[in-house]
Each structure stands twice: as C-alpha cells, then as structure tokens.
C-alpha cells in the first residue's frame, strides 16, 4: 500500500509513491498479538466430609490457614475457594468443637483434581 506524495509546484512537480511502513493485514496482525483472551487456569475445589461432630456443635476449618469455613453438622463440606492448579492446600482445625477433639486426614495435598477426601 502507498499513496501519492508530491515534491514541489506547478508543472514540475515530481510525483512519488511513497511505502507506509505498516499495511493495513500487518497493523492487524501486530495488534493482534498484543493480547488477546489466555484460556483461564484450571481451578480446584478442597472439600471432603465431617465424622463425630457433637449434636448442637460446630467447628472452624481453614485451607492455607484461610478461606475459614465454619461447619455445624457431620457431612460433606466444600471450600468456598478453589484452588489453582498443581498448588498446594492444608485444611487445618482453625476453632475446635467445645469439648471435642478433632484430626483432619488427608488434609494436605497438591490440587489436581477436585479433592473430596479430606476428613
């Protein structure tokens, strides 16, 4: 692509074609490669189930020592934020019931799935 360009006046002026340096396909190519959408990184959900909580008890879970949910029932339970993948979690007793002792199994791990086992 180019476009005239004249070089002086009157009867002596010089016509020239004049290159723009970026052509229209070359301007949507570079434009194009500035960004654009990325596809999202996969994310997974840290949850398991709940054994032996007293009638009328509850207790605090942490995952990373955050996301802090608060459990009042024996039951499945799923962390409202998931984690990115090939990333480390840890669901720890943040608050025990009253008059309760409590152990998480299989409370550590690195998300490649979504975890369902802890306990």
């Known amino acids: 692509m180019g476009y005239l360009s004249s070089v002086g006046s009157g009867m002596a002026s010089v016509k020239r074609v004049v290159n723009m340096p970026l ?3 070359s ?21 398991g189930t709940v054994t032996g909580l007293a ?12 996301d802090a949910l608060t459990v009042a029932a024996n039951g499945a339970f799923t ?3 998931p984690i990115a993948v090939n990333q480390a979690y840890a669901v720890t007793v943040g ?20 975890v369902t086992s802890v306990g």
Not at 97 to 110: H, M
Request: glycine content about 12%.
């Open 79 to 81: 962390f409202a934020t």
């Open 23 to 25: 052509t229209l396909a």
């Open 95 to 114: 608050t025990p019931p009253l008059w309760q002792n409590c152990a998480v199994a299989n409370g550590n791990g690195t998300a490649a799935a979504n």
């Open 27 to 47: 301007l949507c190519l570079l434009l194009s490669a500035c960004g654009g959408d990325s596809p999202p990184i996969p994310s997974y959900t840290i949850g």
């Open 55 to 66: 009638d009328n008890a509850s207790m605090k879970l942490l995952d990373n020592g955050g």
